[in-house]
């Protein structure tokens, strides 16, 4: 979908007004503030619900526009740049001093991504500056990716919603940090680790010695139906014997329903990763309506094709492990 030139000026005009605008990325729709307004970025948090410590990634044009945000390029994080940029790949690199913590969370880095997207990439010319952005969705639920699922995310909580159709990649960005002297993988996502280790050799996995990513290590991406994942072999004998039990039952899945039942709703979205990620939320959301007792969602292959998808799935069904009843804060973002 082209952007509508009316229309991104007027978005433009809202951000430099310090007021929020959700708009298309390849990955997910983003919930947009002014980065260099303290205030504006506020108004993220408070319309997400989300924690004060949780860095926000700022959207940046290309290279030349992320310089203002950071202390220095490390050579590793510049060869990334090129290589993926534009595209669904986000740096964690050294803040600049001038930098508010409204955006960091109070971290000494910052994450910056140039987005592909023809919409995201008119809004930044237009806005010129650089745009915070965290998935337009409510603290601890999926993202976006649909304009639709911002206006039921949001609601008149944000000022205006930029329409670009479906997102092609459907899942987040792979987050990486170049921060010392390691490349740390801390979320995967569409650019995947030998693509990565293609242009600057060794990326290592998250360890101790990693960056916090504020917001990854409980529930995320996760639908208001309880979640889990079951053994490919096992499916059809768990979805038999919740159904004899009376069940509703949601089933997400690569292969095909087995039988029929009123009480069973099931999607598939194939075996192919590239279509299973573009699809991924969407099913979710569409699942989590169908009045189930409880979602369940077919273990997918493994390797490196999937390996975001089953990032997401995993944290998605992490919510069945901290019940509310305990008191537990579920922590996504
Ligand atoms: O695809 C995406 O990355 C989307 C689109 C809108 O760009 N954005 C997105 O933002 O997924 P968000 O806020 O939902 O997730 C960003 C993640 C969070 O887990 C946050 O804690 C982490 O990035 N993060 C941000 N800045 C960081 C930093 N300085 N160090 C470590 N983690 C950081
Ligand atoms: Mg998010």
Redesign the pocket.
Known sequence: MLPDPARIEEAAALLRAGELVAFP?E????LGADASNPWAVAKIFAAKGRPAS????V?VSGIEAARPWIAGFPDAAKRLAEAFWPG?L?L?LPKAATVSPAV??G?D???L?A?AHPVARALLAAFGGGIA????NRYGRI?PTRAADVHEELGDRVALVLDGGDCEVGL??T?V?CLGDRVTL??P?AVSRSQLQDVIGEVVDTDAAS??????DRSHYAPGTPLSIIAAGMLQAEVGNALAAGETLAVLACSAAPFASPRLTWRCLGNRPIEYGRALYAALRDLDRASATRILVESVPGGEAWSAIADRLAHAAARGAWPAAAGVVTDS?
């Open positions: 990325t990955t997910v729709y983003g949780h860095p926000l990634i959207h669904p986000t964690v960091t969370g971290q880095s910052i994450a991504r987005p952005a965290p998935s337009a993202s987040e960005s987050i940090a801390l979320r996502g960056p916090r990513v504020p917001g990854r973002t």
